[in-house]
């Protein structure tokens, strides 16, 4: 059994869906380094954790695997604690003028309660969808406060689904202020309108925030992952997704991922949607939704992404090809990057940003 595989074991141990759990990682010989690395690749290692302080579990695991596992978590909770008291701040400041932001992803998953503890969710950056015309005024609040603009995003396409990243020394994580949830040639799959009506308010440290619907933070989830950071066309997996769709199914039932699925397809995402689905299935074992009318794609595109976890190597052409059809989409629907043009092939930046995608197209 490969680590790959081996990993997805541990998921369905901790998600509870390995009929004999104890049995099943006895009767494989565990490689904890391997696994301790690709744990956090897919950015599981916290979550993988319960099965590190099971008293059954626990002792057949690797001690560096356990041991990384019960590190990871510590350092995830302390840091979590920490975002949630800066989203809490952030909140404060938005409200001062009168925004209500939505919570997206990791954001949203510190208090909608998909993760009973959220200290198994990592996340990397705060990011909040704001009205559209009160974008300015939300930057403007964050600036006032000593946040910036982060410097290596200061050629952001304008037309960009969100605003450069704000970033203020004595925080952890930046702020992204978004106009859309996903680049506006998706919109039709995720409209950022019905996103602002169907959001119920929460509370964040006193503070007024919104969530997502659950139907929108499910399609956004998919479509983030799938399209946005182009899974789907790469052949690629995030576990950590996987783990996120389980949790939510299991909350809110399958009844939500049917109706999302319908909505997806409907919408011309039913391939893609239906695709990461069948992934979810195979690596957790046990069937979400009712899988009615699925395409016939859509099982051979997610075989297709799980063997490439174990080939890496053959994920090149995807990446490649997502890389060509990314820089035609942005050139094509940003006119602002459009409009560089051909001044930007006189510009170093131009060739150094190239050589660095070169290089992530291929040695990744």
Same mark, same amino acid.
């Given at each position: 059994?490969?680590?790959?595989?081996?990993?997805?074991?541990?998921?369905?141990?901790?998600?509870?869906?390995?009929?004999?759990?104890?049995?099943?990682?006895?009767?494989?010989?565990?490689?904890?380094?391997?696994?301790?690395?690709?744990?956090?690749?897919?950015?599981?290692?916290?979550?993988?954790?319960?099965?590190?302080?099971?008293?059954?579990?626990?002792?057949?695991?690797?001690?560096?695997?356990?041991?990384?596992?019960?590190?990871?978590?510590?350092?995830?909770?302390?840091?979590?604690?920490?975002?949630?008291?800066?989203?809490?701040?952030?909140?404060?400041?938005?409200?001062?003028?009168?925004?209500?932001?939505?919570?997206?992803?990791?954001?949203?998953?510190?208090?909608?309660?998909?993760?009973?503890?959220?200290?198994?969710?990592?996340?990397?950056?705060?990011?909040?969808?704001?009205?559209?015309?009160?974008?300015?005024?939300?930057?403007?609040?964050?600036?006032?406060?000593?946040?910036?603009?982060?410097?290596?995003?200061?050629?952001?396409?304008?037309?960009?689904?969100?605003?450069?990243?704000?970033?203020?020394?004595?925080?952890?994580?930046?702020?992204?202020?978004?106009?859309?949830?996903?680049?506006?040639?998706?919109?039709?799959?995720?409209?950022?309108?019905?996103?602002?009506?169907?959001?119920?308010?929460?509370?964040?440290?006193?503070?007024?925030?919104?969530?997502?619907?659950?139907?929108?933070?499910?399609?956004?989830?998919?479509?983030?992952?799938?399209?946005? =950071?182009? &899974?789907?066309?790469?052949?690629?997996? $995030? +576990?950590?997704?996987?783990?996120?769709? *389980? @949790? !939510?199914?299991? /909350? #809110?039932?399958?009844?939500?991922?049917?109706?999302?699925?319908?909505?997806?397809?409907?919408?011309?995402?039913?391939?893609?949607?239906?695709?990461?689905?069948?992934?979810?299935?195979?690596?957790?074992?046990?069937?979400?939704?009712?899988?009615?009318?699925?395409?016939?794609?859509?099982?051979?595109?997610?075989?297709?992404?799980?063997?490439?976890?174990? =080939?890496? &190597?053959?994920?090149?052409?995807?990446? $490649? +090809?997502?890389?060509?059809?990314?820089? *035609? @989409? !942005?050139?094509? /629907? #940003?006119?602002?990057?459009?409009?560089?043009?051909?001044?930007?092939?006189?510009?170093?930046?131009?060739?150094?940003?190239?050589?660095?995608?070169?290089?992530?197209?291929?040695?990744?």
């Amino acid at each position: 059994m490969t680590p790959f595989a081996q990993l997805c074991l541990l998921i369905r141990c901790a998600l509870g869906t390995e009929p004999e759990p104890v049995r099943a990682i006895g009767a494989v010989k565990l490689d904890g380094e391997a696994l301790a690395v690709l744990a956090f690749r897919h950015r599981v290692a916290a979550f993988l954790r319960r099965l590190a302080v099971d008293p059954e579990i626990g002792p057949r695991l690797p001690g560096e695997l356990s041991d990384s596992l019960i590190v990871a978590y510590a350092a995830n909770r302390e840091r979590n604690n920490a975002l949630l008291a800066q989203l809490a701040d952030v909140t404060r400041l938005l409200n001062a003028r009168a925004v209500e932001p939505v919570l997206l992803k990791g954001a949203g998953r510190l208090v909608d309660g998909v993760f009973a503890d959220p200290a198994e969710r990592f996340l990397l950056d705060l990011d909040l969808l704001v009205p559209r015309h009160r974008l300015g005024c939300a930057a403007r609040a964050l600036i006032d406060a000593g946040y910036a603009f982060s410097e290596r995003e200061a050629r952001l396409a304008r037309e960009f689904h969100h605003l450069p990243s704000l970033w203020r020394e004595d925080t952890l994580a930046r702020v992204e202020l978004h106009r859309t949830a996903v680049s506006h040639w998706h919109d039709r799959l995720l409209p950022t309108d019905a996103i602002h009506r169907n959001a119920p308010p929460c509370d964040i440290g006193g503070f007024r925030a919104r969530l997502p619907a659950p139907v929108d933070g499910l399609m956004h989830l998919v479509v983030h992952g799938q399209s946005q =950071h182009h &899974r789907l066309l790469v052949g690629s997996v $995030l +576990l950590s997704e996987v783990v996120e769709l *389980a @949790l !939510v199914r299991r /909350r #809110h039932g399958d009844g939500l991922v049917d109706h999302t699925f319908e909505l997806a397809h409907n919408r011309g995402f039913g391939t893609g949607f239906a695709s990461f689905l069948r992934v979810c299935e195979i690596v957790t074992g046990e069937r979400i939704g009712q899988g009615k009318d699925r395409p016939l794609l859509a099982g051979p595109l997610a075989r297709r992404a799980l063997w490439q976890q174990e =080939h890496r &190597r053959m994920r090149a052409p995807g990446r $490649l +090809l997502a890389w060509i059809a990314g820089g *035609a @989409l !942005v050139v094509h /629907r #940003h006119p602002s990057v459009k409009a560089r043009f051909p001044g930007r092939l006189a510009e170093r930046s131009f060739y150094a940003n190239r050589w660095r995608d070169f290089r992530r197209v291929f040695t990744r």
